[in-house]
């Protein structure tokens, strides 16, 4: 199985702070490797697909990068409403994986 | 826009049967790939497995042997059963869609709002 890893598992960071999330697998996936927003009590939401390309209707201040092992969601000035969990998952094969996730929460 | 939503028994006892459905409105069943994905209360998610609207199925290997999903396109409804539950079991269940299943393809652009099932006697 691929095996994802995000780091760090917390991120406190302000308002206007710009952040990187890092995921990283235990093969290479290509650029198989999508990043998905979670907040409490909802469901996780696309933000970013095939590593770089932005879902519709994602604002353009989420960013993603990587091949092969290494990937990177960043977020160029963070929002108010982008204080939530963030989940990498990888469609190279079955079984489809995630990481263990980031939360970006208030200094 | 598509919405997806999961029903079934909150509660399960060990040894039982988990049983959700997902229905899909304002768009429709056929021609996409429906998943179950699970999500433990320690944040944790894992995919289950999927159905094509052609009634295909992939599934975790993990859970292979005790997963059996189905589709009805007449009433735009997808189903997970998930037998010889225990409590390792009691997570979060959403139902979502994605476009294809392709190496490279998967993402998955809608969900459920999830449904917790609880294991328990």
């Known amino acids: 199985d691929v095996q994802m890893t995000q780091s760090p598992s917390s991120l406190p960071a302000s308002v206007g702070d710009r952040v990187t999330i890092i995921c990283r697998a235990n093969?290479?996936?290509?650029?198989?490797l999508n990043w998905y927003q979670q907040k409490p009590g909802k469901a996780p939401k696309l933000l970013i697909y095939a590593a770089s390309s932005l879902q519709n209707g994602v604002p353009s201040r989420f960013s993603g990068g990587g091949f092969g092992i290494d990937f990177t969601l960043t977020i160029s000035s963070l929002q108010p409403e982008d204080f939530a969990t963030y989940f990498c998952q990888h469609s190279y094969s079955i079984p489809l994986t995630f990481g263990g996730g980031t939360k970006v929460e208030i200094k | 826009q598509v919405q997806l939503q999961e029903s079934g028994p909150g509660l399960v006892k060990p040894s039982e049967t988990l049983s959700l459905t997902c229905t899909v409105s304002s768009g429709s069943i056929s021609d996409y790939y429906w998943s179950w994905i699970r999500q433990f209360a320690g944040k944790g998610l894992e995919w289950i497995g999927r159905i094509h609207s052609s009634g295909s199925t992939n599934f975790n290997p993990s859970l292979k042997s005790r997963v059996t999903m189905s589709i009805d396109t007449s009433k735009n409804q997808f189903s997970l059963k998930l037998s010889s539950v225990t409590a390792a079991d009691t997570a979060t269940y959403f139902c979502?869609?994605?476009?294809?299943?392709?190496?490279?393809?998967?993402?998955?652009?809608?969900w459920g709002q999830g449904a917790l099932v609880t294991v328990s006697s």
């Open positions: 979502a869609r994605s476009l294809s299943s392709a190496a490279g393809e998967v993402q998955w652009d809608f």
């Open positions: 093969q290479s996936i290509r650029n198989y």
